[in-house]
């Protein structure tokens, strides 16, 4: 699911809102989690997850066009834990004989 196709079924369902309100508060709230994260905060939405980051060290790797040794610095990378409820939900829709709930997979080439 996309940004706009959440802002689309969010203001179907939201009637009483205009689309441009419910475009504005995804477009607020995204901003304003992504600021947190830059920041270094930890995000926690009940029930769904959370977000924080995570340090990759320092390593050396390979540029893949020369195969010459490359160092890559550390990093701070964005990382997604699923709440226990979401997880149970996803596997409940595997065991029901779904294994591919309505995610996009994309197929090897």
Request: proline share 8%.
């Amino acid at each position: 699911m996309t940004k706009s196709e959440l802002i689309e079924l969010l203001a179907r369902k939201q009637s009483h809102l205009s689309y441009k309100d419910v475009e504005n508060a995804a477009k607020v709230m995204i901003e304003q989690m992504s600021q947190s994260l830059s920041g270094g905060d930890r995000i926690e939405i009940r029930g769904f997850g959370s977000f924080s980051l995570h340090f990759r060290p320092p390593r050396v790797g390979r540029n893949p066009k020369t195969g010459d040794a490359v160092t890559l610095p550390g990093k701070f990378v964005p990382h997604f834990k699923p709440g226990k409820e979401l997880r149970e939900r996803v596997n409940a829709s595997i065991e029901n004989d779904d294994p591919r709930p309505t995610a996009r997979i994309a197929e090897p080439a």
